[in-house]
């Protein structure tokens, strides 16, 4: 079993920057592409970034150039830092792991992009 715990959710003003963590728990030897989802109200959810342990990544082509990801494989932990955040931005973002043919999921934290 792994366990996802996401953290650095909240509310901040357009333009501004928040910071999300997922830390991974359970019994685990080696997690190769860990990742950040997000699903907006009335929407499906969308990939917004994945890492994979080697440090490659893709990001959704509304995140580029202002999302980064990151990771620290020695503590199981991904990062999001989001910059120049957008209300359309606005959404419950989700961590992901797929391991072992299935597939890990956070239980989410909202990001509100408002004024």
């Known amino acids: 079993q792994v366990q996802l715990v996401e953290s650095g959710g909240g509310l901040v003003q357009p333009g501004g920057s928040l910071r999300l963590s997922c830390a991974a728990s359970?019994?685990?030897?080696?997690?190769?592409?860990m990742g950040w989802y997000r699903q907006a109200p009335g929407k499906e959810r969308e990939l917004v970034a994945a890492?994979?342990?080697?440090?490659?990544?893709n990001y959704a082509d509304s995140v580029k150039g202002r999302f980064t990801i990151s990771r620290d494989n020695a503590k199981n932990t991904v990062y999001l830092q989001m910059n120049s955040l957008k209300p359309e931005d606005t959404a419950v973002y989700y961590c992901?792991?797929?391991?072992?043919?299935?597939?890990?999921w956070g239980k989410g934290i909202l990001v509100t992009v408002s004024s």
């Open positions: 890492i994979t342990s080697g440090r490659s990544t």
């Open positions: 992901h792991v797929p391991l072992w043919g299935m597939d890990y």
């Open positions: 359970g019994t685990i030897l080696s997690i190769n592409t």
